[in-house]
C-alpha cells in the first residue's frame, strides 16, 4: 500500500477546510448535515454483522464499531465546548486522548444500538442550540489546551459537520471494498 492510499483511506473526503466567509447558507447547510448525521450512520451500520463491526476501516485503523463509539464521545465533546463558549469568557476546554477512549472495553465490545440511539438525541441537540445561534454567539470562542488554539463556534460547526461526514465516508468506503450491502 502506498503512502498516497493510505493518505485516501485516512482522509476519503480530504482533511477539514474552512471557509473564508461563514454565510448563513454554509451554517444551514452544515447545522443540515450535523442534524441528519444519526440517520445517515444507521443507515449505513444497523445491518452489519459483528464481525463486519469489528474490521478496521484500514490497515491499524479503528473498526467500524470504534468509528461510531468515537463519534458519540467526540460529539458530546462538541456539545459541551459550545455550551462552555456560549457561557464563559473564551474558556481552556478540557482536551481528552480519543486513542486511549478508544481502546477502552465499551469501544471494543459494546453494542452499537446504544450509542446510535444517544447519536440522535445528541445530534438534534447540536442542531437545536445551532439554529439558535446569533451572530455574536457564532463568534464566541474557546482555548483547545493542545496547542491554545482559538475556536469560533462557527468554525466548529463546519468542522463537526466534516467530522462526521469523515468517518460516514470510512465505513462507506469500507463497505463498499468489502461489496457489504
Known amino acids: 500500500m502506498t503512502e498516497l492510499d493510505l493518505e485516501k483511506l485516512k482522509y476519503p473526503i480530504g482533511k477539514f477546510t474552512a471557509p473564508n466567509n461563514y454565510s448563513a447558507a454554509y451554517l444551514s447547510e452544515k447545522i443540515s448535515e450535523i442534524e441528519t448525521f444519526p440517520a445517515r450512520l444507521e443507515k449505513e451500520v444497523i445491518h452489519l ?35 462552555w463558549a456560549l457561557t464563559e469568557n473564551n474558556p481552556v476546554i478540557k482536551a481528552y486522548d480519543e486513542v486511549l477512549w478508544s481502546e477502552l472495553n465499551d469501544n471494543l465490545s459494546m453494542p452499537i444500538k446504544p450509542t446510535l440511539d444517544l447519536l440522535k438525541g445528541l445530534h438534534f441537540r447540536l442542531a437545536y442550540i445551532m439554529k439558535s445561534l446569533s ?28 467530522h462526521g461526514n469523515h468517518h460516514l465516508a470510512h465505513i462507506t468506503s469500507l463497505k463498499n471494498y468489502k461489496n457489504w450491502e
Request: proline share 5%; with cysteine.
Open 135 to 162: 451572530e455574536s454567539d457564532l463568534e464566541k470562542t474557546f482555548v483547545h489546551p493542545s496547542d491554545n488554539s482559538e475556536n469560533k463556534i462557527k468554525k466548529i460547526i463546519g468542522s463537526y459537520a466534516w
Open 49 to 83: 454483522t459483528d464481525d463486519q463491526l469489528d474490521t478496521p476501516y484500514r490497515p491499524e485503523g479503528w473498526t467500524v464499531r470504534q468509528v461510531i463509539h468515537h463519534c458519540a464521545e467526540s460529539h458530546m465533546n462538541c456539545y459541551i465546548r459550545i455550551k
